[in-house]
């Protein structure tokens, strides 16, 4: 079945490490991008590739590193810098960003939580 | 800029009740897309419904049913005869031009039996 993979669900990490989540999709679709969700905020784009090899800064990108090597694949690394990172992580992905009327399809999410 | 608001922070129903949920967005492009996304406890959010600038007409699919009305910008979503499977956050998104989807903070249903 097609769809977008993430992972892990769950993820713990201690104050002061990097942490890389994943997002795989085979959807064959070329946009990818990062949300990220906290209690009554709603979602906040972190980083979005329209393409391979090239990606932009949404939002909150500060303390985020992002990658888009391969077209399926657009991991997600939380820095140290990143100063309140205990968020719901949530990786979508669309046919196309330049085309507007795309919708995007979600993945199941990452709870990250700094201990 | 553009902005969506979902003034309802959360709503609770008993079972087969109708609600609505609003959503007001503000832009200043003649051509965006509105849509609307489910968010059941699980997480992964679920695409329902998009609509063009261009098309007022409003949409029913089974019990859910879409109000567009581009004189007061809004784009608001009936559930009718409730139902406990509804309960979910729901969200509410515009997109304009070549910007990225820009999302309202979520109105919370929850159906009780």
């Known amino acids: 079945d097609g769809g977008i993979t993430q992972s892990p669900k769950y993820l713990f990490r201690k104050e002061g490490q990097n942490v890389t989540l994943s997002c795989e999709q085979n959807l064959n679709h070329d946009a990818m991008y990062w949300y990220r969700q906290d209690p009554g905020q709603g979602l906040r784009l972190i980083y979005y590739?329209?393409?391979?090899?090239?990606?932009q800064k949404g939002d909150i990108a500060e303390g985020y590193s992002v990658s888009r090597e391969k077209k399926e694949s657009f991991p997600l690394t939380v820095t140290s810098a990143q100063k309140n990172p205990t968020a719901f992580y949530l990786c979508a992905s669309s046919r196309s960003e330049l085309t507007s009327y795309n919708e995007q399809f979600f993945g199941p999410g990452t709870r990250l939580t700094v201990l | 800029a553009q902005k969506v608001t979902q003034a309802q922070t959360e709503i609770s129903v008993v079972e087969k009740e109708d609600v609505t949920l609003d959503c007001v967005y503000e832009t200043r492009d003649t051509t965006y897309y509105l849509f609307w996304y489910k968010q059941p406890p699980s997480g992964e959010l679920v695409f329902l419904i998009r609509r063009n600038s261009f098309d007022e007409q409003n949409e029913i699919s089974g019990r859910y049913s879409w109000n567009f009305q581009k004189s007061t910008s809004s784009f608001n979503f009936t559930i009718t005869a409730s139902q406990v499977v509804d309960s979910a956050v729901y969200f509410c998104?515009?997109?304009?031009?070549?910007?990225?989807?820009?999302f309202g903070k979520g109105t919370m249903l929850l159906v009780s039996p």
């Open positions: 590739s329209q393409i391979v090899n090239d990606f």
């Open positions: 998104a515009l997109k304009e031009g070549y910007s990225t989807l820009t």
